[in-house]
């Protein structure tokens, strides 16, 4: 598969564990924020949203809190399985950039049983 | 349902060649998206298109040419690569903004082309 990041920054957890993931943004106007899954081979795959009206939006053992004072996001893993390895990225959607959202560079996730 | 469909999974050039990405979807979406990853630099976004028949620039189109051939597909085209291409492209496509919630600027990515300019 393609090599996603050799720099990334890495989160070690154990099977069962919770695992919280963070992102800082950057603008202040954005409207609108992703979480992506990125295993290796594959194309990234989408997690949850969250628009900045929101504070907390909860999905499948996944949880999306945002910080709008500290422009600060994080994803929450409950439980986290060995399935749950891969690359996170954060994207945020700017006000008039018509669907082009901005990715951070991500972090990778790695579970030990 | 396949999806987002990229092709080739890999390729290698030399410096000078040209080859195009090719890129379809059978989800119905209106935009498409093609985006490079790099190690340490995230998803750059090389040029979408909103809608069959209009293109525009992402942020780093400078290389690239697209084209929106037909709603399904849109392709990538390196004229002259360059080893600064060296990089794994991915196409997306999404449902146009607005409308609800959930739905809106959700990009479907393809698995990836990895492509090598020697």
């Known amino acids: 598969g393609e090599s996603v990041g050799l720099h990334l920054p890495t989160l070690s957890v154990q099977e069962g564990d919770n695992s919280i993931i963070n992102c800082a943004y950057s603008?202040?106007?954005?409207?609108?924020f992703i979480w992506y899954k990125q295993e290796s081979g594959k194309g990234p795959q989408f997690i949850i949203d969250?628009?900045?009206?929101?504070d907390k939006r909860q999905g499948q053992r996944v949880t999306v809190l945002l910080n709008k004072t500290v422009k600060h996001l994080s994803l929450q893993i409950a439980a986290t399985q060995p399935g749950d390895s891969a690359v996170y990225f954060c994207a945020e959607n700017r006000p008039g950039t018509a669907s082009k959202l901005t990715f951070g560079t991500g972090t990778r996730l790695q579970v030990t049983l | 349902n396949a999806g987002v469909t990229q092709t080739p999974k890999f390729q290698v050039l030399k410096t000078g060649q040209s080859m195009t990405l090719q890129c379809a979807q059978d989800m119905n979406h209106n935009s498409m998206y093609w985006y490079r990853q790099d190690p340490g630099m995230g998803l750059r976004l090389i040029y979408y298109?909103?809608?069959?028949?209009?293109?525009d620039k992402g942020e780093v189109p400078n290389g690239y040419n697209v084209s929106r051939l037909n709603k399904r597909e849109f392709s990538l085209r390196l004229e002259s690569a360059a080893p600064s291409q060296t990089s794994v492209y991915f196409c997306a496509s999404s449902v146009p903004p607005g409308g609800g919630f959930s739905g809106a600027n959700v990009l479907t990515f393809g698995a990836g082309s990895r492509l090598t300019v020697l």
């Open positions: 603008n202040s106007a954005s409207d609108y």
């Open positions: 969250i628009r900045s009206n929101m």
């Open positions: 298109s909103a809608s069959e028949g209009t293109t």
